[in-house]
T-cell receptor, first 112, second 114 residues
């Protein structure tokens, strides 16, 4: 069966510091991968998605970037965090014959 | 561009009563439509989907949803709500292809009272 992992689970970072959030998927090959941000427990905003290694599509221009160095690894990064980067970051995958996306447990980021 | 609206921020029902969470969407072409549920500080869980075929789709935990093309709606329903159904519910339409990107609504918080 497929599983998706995110780490860290929680993170508190000062303004201006770098960021690296990691997402890995097990049990599937060549998945579509997605990064979302959820602010204040409400709607999700799609940040990036990837249909293959090294292929990244950015949905919202902002202070973040994404990379996919391996087939089942998706990384969200920032060189300098802003207060507005605080939120709940969710990774998701979709693959094979499935239409739906499956979400990881999320990372709660607080920028102080 | 695609969009989705969940007109109610919160829905309150008594346990045992029917539950409806509303969703309307705007997607070019024939959409995929999904419902997800989120419990506090957790990721989203898939409930059900409409891809094609029968307009009434059944999903997890006794939930169902009806696709109405003329009204561009995909309302989520449960005949008899449980206290454990209290959570945040998201409707998400998506176009076919294009990386299967989904657009999430703002969510509807459901509170089921004992």
């Amino acid at each position: 069966s497929q599983t998706i992992h995110q780490w860290p689970a929680t993170l508190v970072q000062p303004v201006g510091s770098p960021l690296s959030l990691e997402c890995t998927v097990e049990g599937t090959s060549n998945p579509n991968l997605y990064w979302y941000r959820q602010a204040a427990g409400r709607g999700l905003q799609l940040l990036f998605y990837s249909v293959g290694i090294g292929q990244i599509s950015s949905e919202v221009p902002q202070n973040l970037s994404a990379s996919r160095p391996q087939d089942r690894q998706f990384i969200l990064s920032s060189k300098k965090l802003l207060l507005s980067d605080s939120g709940f970051y969710l990774c998701a995958w979709r693959g094979g014959t499935l239409d739906e996306q499956f979400f990881g447990p999320g990372t709660r980021l607080t920028v102080l | 561009a695609q969009s989705v609206a969940q007109p109610e921020d919160q829905v309150k029902v008594a346990e045992g009563n029917p539950l409806t969470v509303k969703c309307t969407y705007s997607v070019s072409g024939n959409p995929y439509l999904f419902w997800y549920v989120q419990y506090p500080n957790r990721g989203l869980q898939f409930l059900l989907k409409y891809i094609t075929g029968d307009n009434l789709v059944k999903g997890s935990y006794g939930f169902e949803a009806e696709f109405n093309k003329s009204q561009t709606s995909f309302h989520l329903k449960k005949p008899s709500a449980l206290v454990s159904d209290s959570a945040l519910y998201f409707c998400a339409p998506g176009p076919r292809g294009e990386g299967n990107k989904l657009t999430f609504g703002g969510g509807t918080r459901v509170l089921v009272k004992p």
